[in-house]
């Protein structure tokens, strides 16, 4: 990991009340459906109130997708922390991974029911989330990705290819992950669909 300034007491208070809501979403997600989850139980849940929701949020959705852009944003700085000499892809690969396995060694051995699966295809398939994760993931990707290739992140193609290969890497990784039984795990892949497109994409064999 990237050396990280000592938050401040403030700012720790306010990811620590953001990170219970979005858990606490996630948990009624799972409890009783997507499409039963409000902002009144999120808060309640989480032991504040909805104005407090509505400080930190715009919705269930946009607390929902907070775990996934909190990833996205602590790979960007692993990305910037990489090796210069390091190629590309290899960056890519583990900036993007290491914040999910940071995530799994906390709950070894968990296996998401078919329940949850199935409330996260939802989840996945719903358009206001689809515009969240590509909003979160485009502008700070395609600034790191430029300052390591030297390209211009306004004019040049190949930081804003890069980080919608990456984006839809993904996504494939995601939607695979979600509809296998038993699930593989989402880092195996995540580290397919990323070598795939380092290799440049080769048609597998039939």
Do not use: C
């Not at 296996?111 to 939802?122: C, G, I």
């Not at 980080?163 to 989402?186: D, I, K, L, N, S």
């Amino acid at each position: 990991m990237p050396d990280e300034q000592p938050l401040g007491l403030r700012e720790r208070k306010k990811l620590d009340t953001r990170k219970a809501l979005s858990d606490a979403a996630l948990q009624l997600m799972f409890e009783r459906g997507l499409e039963n989850v409000v902002r009144e139980d999120i808060a309640a849940r989480a032991g504040v109130s909805v104005r407090t929701f509505n400080n930190y949020f715009s919705g269930k959705y946009d607390a929902l997708a907070y775990r996934h852009l909190a990833r996205i944003r602590s790979a960007v700085e692993i990305l910037r922390s990489r090796p210069a000499n390091e190629p590309l892809w290899e960056s890519l690969t583990a900036a993007l991974l290491q914040p999910l396995e940071d995530e799994l060694a906390e709950s070894p051995g968990y296996a998401p029911s078919p329940t949850e699966l199935s409330e996260v295809r939802k989840l996945l398939a719903a358009p206001e989330t689809r515009a969240l994760l590509s909003k979160g993931i485009e502008d700070s990707l395609v600034a790191a990705i430029a300052e390591r290739s030297g390209a211009d992140p306004e004019l040049d193609l190949y930081p804003r290819l890069v980080a919608g290969a990456v984006a839809a890497a993904q996504q494939a990784a995601f939607e695979v992950y979600v509809r296998t039984a038993p699930p593989v795990p989402v880092t195996h892949l995540l580290r397919q669909a990323l070598t795939a497109f380092a290799a440049g994409l080769p048609q597998p064999p039939a």
